[in-house]
């Protein structure tokens, strides 16, 4: 199975942080697995880093990182950008773009998202995992 990973669950599966869910381990455990990471990752890093002194990773750290632990890079495509326009559904109104592209790529790959992020309760898609 193919699995895109947010970026937060990304930063806490290199630190093996505690929040982590024993499914999402699993699953990126699993060497029958192939497991990515988007371009859209290092970006979002790279823009919070460029905001926060505080925030000690920088998007070339993070691409470092997917690569040195066999995470695979999806590039965002244009196809991913027209599929966009099919999560726009009126009710709901999760505005972050980081995240809609995401699960743009995952739909238009055919990856299963994972993320921890609950505002995403409002898709109902099949290609998405909250953990």
Not at 36 to 59: A, C, H, M, Q
Not at 64 to 77: I, P
Not at 109 to 129: N, P, V
Request: charged letters at 25%.
């Amino acid at each position: 199975m193919k699995y895109l990973l947010d970026t937060h669950i990304i930063l806490w599966a290199l630190v093996n942080d505690a929040r982590l869910s024993r499914k999402a381990k699993e699953i990126i455990l699993d060497s029958g697995n192939s497991i990515y990471y988007s371009t859209i990752s290092p970006w979002e890093v790279e823009i919070k880093n460029l905001k926060d002194p505080n925030f000690r990773l920088s998007g070339e750290q993070l691409i470092f990182l997917c690569d040195q632990n066999g995470l695979l890079n999806l590039s965002v495509q244009n196809e991913h950008i027209r599929e966009l326009k099919n999560l726009n559904q009126p009710q709901v109104q999760h505005k972050d773009p980081f995240d809609k592209i995401l699960l743009a790529q995952a739909r238009q790959e055919g990856m299963i998202l994972i993320t921890h992020d609950s505002k995403f309760r409002q898709y109902s898609d099949h290609h998405l995992m909250i953990v």
